[in-house]
């Protein structure tokens, strides 16, 4: 029986002091998929002791996007561009690579499309799935040369990545 609803803040570390001053008390946190593969799960668990909450995941976003597109997920990067620089991409975009991104809005798709450009891989095919799980789901897909795809504000962004005739290969590590 629901007893009482919270508004959580919209800062993570607003919602964190939130969920602090609850301590003893049953309190539920929704969250979508898994909360402990970049959900709050992984928050919380740098703040509350094992014993003192419980987790029951669901399918992630990575892998219902996985499941759409058929890509093994174990030969697939997954990171998080969710209030996170874009540019965190760059380490990982290696001819073949295949990338899922959880994202922050409708910007996100269009800045790392330049950002493909930019780096000579405008060939890759970025795929907009949206709503994963819902009836309102979606999948659109376009190269990153020329993306003007509308995109909302709940998806996961799949980067399947082709380096462009003479791109700079970089290397995902440093060193010789």
């Known amino acids: 029986e629901l007893k009482h609803f919270v508004q959580w803040r919209p800062s993570l570390e607003a919602m964190v ?34 014993d003192e909450y419980e987790v029951h995941p669901v399918p992630s976003s990575f892998q219902l996007a996985a499941s ?3 890509w093994p997920l174990q030969h697939v990067t997954t990171l998080s561009l ?7 991409i760059h380490p990982h975009v290696t001819p073949g690579n295949r990338i899922l991104a959880l994202t922050s809005d409708n910007t996100t798709a269009p800045h790392v499309a330049r950002l493909l450009v930019e780096r000579g ?3 890759t095919v970025l795929t907009v799935l949206e709503n994963l799980g819902g009836p309102a789901e979606t999948e659109s897909f376009a190269e990153a040369t020329g993306f003007a795809l509308p995109v909302g504000d709940f998806y996961v962004l799949a980067l399947d990545c082709a380096a462009d005739p003479g791109a700079p290969l970089l290397v995902p590590v440093p060193g010789l």
């Open 17 to 50: 002091a939130q969920v602090d001053k609850l301590r003893g008390t049953p309190t539920v946190v929704l969250a979508s998929g898994d909360p402990l593969w970049f959900g709050i799960g992984a928050t919380l668990s740098k703040h509350l002791s094992r």
């Open 68 to 70: 759409r597109l058929h």
């Open 82 to 88: 969710h209030g996170r620089p874009a540019e965190l």
């Open 121 to 123: 891989y405008g060939r």
